[in-house]
């Protein structure tokens, strides 16, 4: 096993009490036990504090623009065939700007992992209402209360039948640890949603609030019955359920490319006859 250290210690931007803190140590402790050395890791990520997680551990990192991390993730997934991939950023980057791109990576299904860390608000810019923010709640930036009613990522994941699905909390550290490791195993798209509590701009959906509602799902779940993983998913209010809601087996997508080309790009070797002859064509 990777000891957890070779991943880094580094100062971070984060407040203190951020769910940040917990959800870092939680992915160092699942690279540790995929025994993933540092260098077989890649995670993308987009614009906010969620999205500056890479910065802090020592892996491959790309930072792109804000709402970007799964294209560059699938692209890297697809080209490298070494890299272990996974995509981390915040729930207004992951769903609000970066909304089509996750529909279009639930369709696509690459074998990958997407993080995100879901706090109901947009911290980096001060506190107003993300897509998961609650309707009726009011932040700095809607003192009437939001109008529109909140978007469920769990609920959407399992309605295209992606392949793995998790919600997770970030005060449960260990069992988010878990449940990354179990997402990076599965073959194609992985979704871990972690509600996440932010300290500064979200005075709701405290510590306190999710340790009164948060409870595990338990052996006599089946995350395999998608009918019973809708009704779970659904279930956010006064009981949250967090853990595996949903287990598919739809074929990822790398199934469906030549075989022959399954192999990291890096390490091709161009037919250089072959280049001469498709280059002679043009003369």
């Not at 879901?118 to 209402?129: E, P, V």
């Not at 469906?256 to 990291?264: G, H, K, L, S």
Request: some cysteine; glycine content about 8%.
């Amino acid at each position: 096993m990777i000891p957890t250290q070779q991943y880094g210690e580094f100062e971070t931007a984060w407040c203190p009490g951020c769910g940040n803190f917990s959800i870092n140590k939680a992915v160092k402790k699942a690279l540790s036990m995929l025994d993933l050395a540092p260098h077989r890791v890649l995670i993308c990520s987009g614009i906010g504090q969620a999205a500056k997680s890479p910065h802090y551990l020592r892996c491959n990192c790309f930072n792109g623009l804000h709402g970007r991390s799964l294209p560059p993730a699938q692209g890297a997934a697809l080209a490298n065939t070494e890299l272990t991939v996974f995509a981390e950023s915040g729930d207004g980057c992951s769903y609000g700007e970066g909304g089509n791109h996750f529909l279009a990576a639930m369709r696509r299904n690459v074998t990958m992992t997407y993080l995100v860390h879901d706090n109901q608000i947009y911290g980096l810019t001060k506190g107003q209402a993300s897509p998961t923010t609650a309707q009726g709640q009011t932040t700095k930036f809607q003192p009437g209360g939001v109008a529109s009613m909140p978007f469920n990522p769990v609920a959407v994941a399992v309605t295209m039948d992606v392949p793995f699905v998790a919600r997770a909390y970030a005060a449960e550290a260990d069992h988010l640890a878990d449940l990354i490791v179990q997402a990076a195993r599965h073959p194609g798209f992985a979704l871990v949603d972690i509600l996440q509590p932010c300290v500064s701009f979200n005075k709701v959906n405290t510590y306190a609030w999710y340790k009164q509602r948060c409870y595990k799902l338990g052996p006599e779940y089946d995350p395999t019955d998608w009918a019973s993983a809708m009704r779970k998913a659904q279930e956010f209010g006064d009981q949250i359920p967090i853990g595996v809601i949903y287990k598919g087996s739809r074929p990822p997508f790398e199934g469906r490319i030549d075989a022959r080309v399954r192999r990291p790009l890096a390490t091709s070797k161009p037919d250089l006859g072959k280049l001469a002859e498709i280059l002679e064509t043009y003369a």
